[in-house]
């Protein structure tokens, strides 16, 4: 069984701290990778994606892939209060299929 | 442009009831998903449509039919719904790039079956 693993939280950070997110796959077939943010009641809303092993930066957020340890992470920095939301990884392991990670709840303290 | 749309955002329904979601999409993106997703969870996918051809049933109970009319648009039809059906379901489309499939995600319907 295909598995994407994720620390549930809570994870709690300061106003303007960096806040590491983390996500293991057990599929090391897996080619793309996903960062996925949802607000409570919304739709996931597509952060980051990354194909290639190292860092891939946009702004605040960076994403670091590791195929050869199968881990992918995002890393926000400066983090602010409109950053709380749960944030879901997502690995696509070949065809359409996409697993979801079951997320983890970030809360970024004014 | 990465909008994916939903009709309605809200729906609450009897178990007798027969009713439908839609979706639609005008990216150009040649696959179309079905999700669901219920509270503190991640989503589950439903169906996948491939070029208007379904591609994809997770085993998804017949109450549930999908249907695909042209590239734009995906509809979901319900009948004889279940309480436990509740939830937020999503659509989402990709371009279909082979290894690359990001999706994109609509607003969702929030479904609520009484």
């Known amino acids: 069984q295909k598995e994407v693993e994720q620390n549930s939280g809570p994870l709690s950070v300061p106003e303007g701290a960096i806040a590491s997110l983390n996500c293991t796959y057990s599929d090391r077939g897996s080619q793309s990778f996903f960062w996925y943010r949802q607000y409570s009641g919304k739709s996931p809303e597509l952060i980051m994606f990354i194909y290639s092993n190292g860092d891939k930066e946009d702004g605040r957020f960076t994403a670091q892939l590791n195929k050869a340890s199968q881990y992918v992470s995002l890393l926000i920095r400066d983090s602010q209060p409109s950053d709380s939301a749960t944030y879901l990884c997502?690995?696509?392991?070949?065809?359409?299929?996409?697993?979801f990670g079951a997320g983890t709840r970030l809360f970024v303290k004014a | 442009d990465t909008e994916v749309t939903q009709t309605p955002k809200h729906l609450v329904m009897g178990m007798t009831n027969k009713k439908s979601l839609k979706c639609e999409q005008h990216?150009?993106?040649?696959?179309m998903y079905w999700y669901k997703q219920k509270a503190k969870k991640p989503p589950e996918l439903m169906f996948v449509y491939s070029y208007e051809k379904l591609s994809i049933n997770e085993s998804v109970p017949s109450r549930f039919s999908p249907e695909c009319p042209n590239s734009s648009l995906l509809n979901l039809h319900l009948h004889a719904l279940q309480p436990e059906d509740s939830a937020l379901y999503l659509c989402?489309?990709?371009?279909?790039?082979?290894?690359?499939?990001?999706?994109?995600f609509g607003p969702g319907t929030r479904l609520l079956v009484l």
């Open positions: 997502a690995v696509h392991t070949g065809g359409f299929k996409t697993i």
């Open positions: 989402a489309s990709s371009q279909q790039t082979s290894g690359q499939e990001t999706q994109y």
């Open positions: 990216m150009g993106h040649r696959a």
